[in-house]
């Protein structure tokens, strides 16, 4: 089974393992913040006080869970500079529709308790849904593209117009990403809440998560099908048990195991994938002595020996810093816990008329 990486280069296989440990943090995540972004439409969220309990679940740690894409968008760019190249001058269109996508969430995020007006708070967490929406969609479908390929040539360079990328991986990708962020997300309101948001979010993940999945069921049996091995397959297994088992605690009310349970699923879906793709980093679709690998897109043996050294002590402050924010954070909420809503610029002038005062 291990013969898979007896002939392949020692560092660029043990960053294209680093990365992928990077996605697969960032798609659990990021995963279920996302989630609970598209949840606070009107289709899960009965009212206001709703929308602002699900919005304080994930206010401590949205953004830090962003953390984990920059990490392997900058551990891509050091260690297979080729690679970052080539998905960059291939699909600059959905990379900046992704980027704009993150941006407007977290404006919007920052924005929607600015003011205390029905109007614009209702803006604002429509602006948060369909952030969220087109981040999960577009991550989906980069990722897709990556691991089924680009119509690349020799020199790593798109072949076609600036649409070439639009294949139906696109959309296998995409509704994945969406549909495992909306599983991660209910699970993670069972989990952090409690009350009549509680149970209505187990209710949901127990109806909806068997139809949620199964673009990243295709998306993974595809990429068996096509390039996979034995360590992929058994990977496979692995997920597909976690997701059995996840599927249980869920039905059960075991928040918590649920939770853990769709969080292995796709970590091993996520590498799954990946272990099909390897040695492959960039397949080309035109022809396959085109394709990047590991070997071909990889930087100096020096470069990699310097990131391994950062990334032995870097890699274990983040994980001891993430895992810290959550623990400080772990209680659940409720809705009697959510104050009444203030208007920031009144409560500015507020502070300014008490300061002349005491002057």
Request: charged share 15%; no cysteine.
């Amino acid at each position: 089974m291990f013969e898979l990486f007896a002939d392949q280069p020692l560092l660029p296989t043990l960053w294209f393992a680093v990365i992928g440990f990077f996605w697969v943090g960032y798609i659990i995540l990021d995963g279920f913040d996302l989630g609970v972004g598209m949840l606070m439409s009107r289709i899960f969220a009965k009212n206001e006080k709703e929308r602002r309990l699900l919005l304080n679940t994930i206010g401590p740690v949205w953004d830090g869970n962003e953390v984990w894409v920059v990490t392997a968008g900058a551990a891509t760019f050091a260690a297979f500079p080729l690679w970052y190249a080539s998905l960059f001058s291939a699909l600059y269109i959905p990379l900046t529709l992704a980027l704009l996508a993150l941006i407007f969430r977290a404006v919007a995020i920052e924005y929607r308790g600015k003011k205390d007006s029905e109007r614009w708070i209702a803006g604002w967490t429509l602006a948060i849904s369909l952030g969220s929406f087109f981040i999960a969609f577009l991550v989906g479908a980069l990722l897709a593209l990556t691991s089924t390929g680009l119509p690349i040539n020799a020199n790593g360079d798109r072949v076609g117009g600036a649409f070439a990328w639009l294949t139906p991986a696109v959309f296998m990708g995409g509704l994945a990403m969406v549909g495992v962020s909306l599983v991660m997300g209910l699970a993670f309101i069972a989990l952090k809440t409690d009350g009549e948001v509680r149970h209505r979010a187990g209710a949901a993940l127990v109806k909806f998560s068997p139809l949620l999945v199964l673009p990243v069921v295709v998306w993974v049996i595809y990429m068996q099908v096509t390039t996979g091995n034995g360590i992929s397959y058994a990977l496979t297994v692995l997920a597909v048990l976690a997701l059995a088992a996840a599927w249980f605690f869920a039905s059960r009310r075991s928040e918590g195991k649920a939770f853990s349970g769709f969080a292995v699923f796709v970590g091993f879906g996520v590498l799954a994938i990946f272990l099909a793709l390897y040695p492959n980093v960039l397949p080309s679709t035109l022809d396959e002595a085109y394709n990047l690998t590991i070997a071909n897109a990889s930087s100096s043996e020096y470069t990699l020996q310097v990131m391994s050294w950062v990334g032995l002590f870097g890699i274990p402050i983040l994980l001891v810093y993430q895992s810290w924010t959550y623990w400080v954070f772990r209680k659940r909420l409720r809705v009697e816990s959510i104050p009444d809503a203030h208007d920031a610029t009144e409560l500015a002038t507020r502070v300014t008329r008490a300061s002349a005062h005491n002057a």
